[in-house]
């Protein structure tokens, strides 16, 4: 059973940076991918970023690129998600999820590929 632990949510202004993580345990793949997912209040899941774990290919949402970046360490089987000049529109609860994929897999940030999900941390971005 893939378990995934969220970490590093909290209150921040805008402009501020936080940094994610997010620590999967629980299986023996070598080929796996976590993506990062949010939920505003009153919105559905959207897709933020992914990246495979053994190949570092990655996806971003266009409305993060150039402020997001997502890195993972394999060894650690553990992903992070730096986030740069956050806006009050970053605003969500950030899920990580993990998925299986096949050798040279594009990242695609659809959540119905993804089989396990992490509980959320809460990224307040406030003046």
């Known amino acids: 059973q893939v378990q995934l632990v969220e970490s590093g949510g909290g209150l921040v202004q805008p402009g501020d940076s936080l940094t994610l993580s997010c620590a999967a345990s629980?299986?023996?793949?070598?080929?796996?991918?976590i993506g990062w997912f949010r939920q505003a209040p009153g919105k559905g899941r959207e897709g933020v970023s992914s990246i495979s774990l053994i190949d570092g290919a990655t996806a971003y949402t266009d409305s993060v690129k150039g402020r997001f970046t997502i890195s993972g360490d394999n060894v650690k089987k553990t992903v992070y998600l730096q986030m740069n000049n956050l806006k009050p529109d970053d605003t969500a609860v950030y899920y990580c999820?993990?998925?299986?994929?096949?050798?040279?897999?594009?990242?695609?940030?659809?959540?119905?590929?993804?089989?396990?999900w992490g509980q959320g941390v809460q990224v307040t971005v406030s003046s």
């Open positions: 999820a993990w998925r299986p994929h096949p050798p040279a897999a594009i990242m695609k940030l659809d959540a119905s590929l993804y089989e396990y």
């Open positions: 629980g299986f023996t793949l070598k080929y796996y991918a």
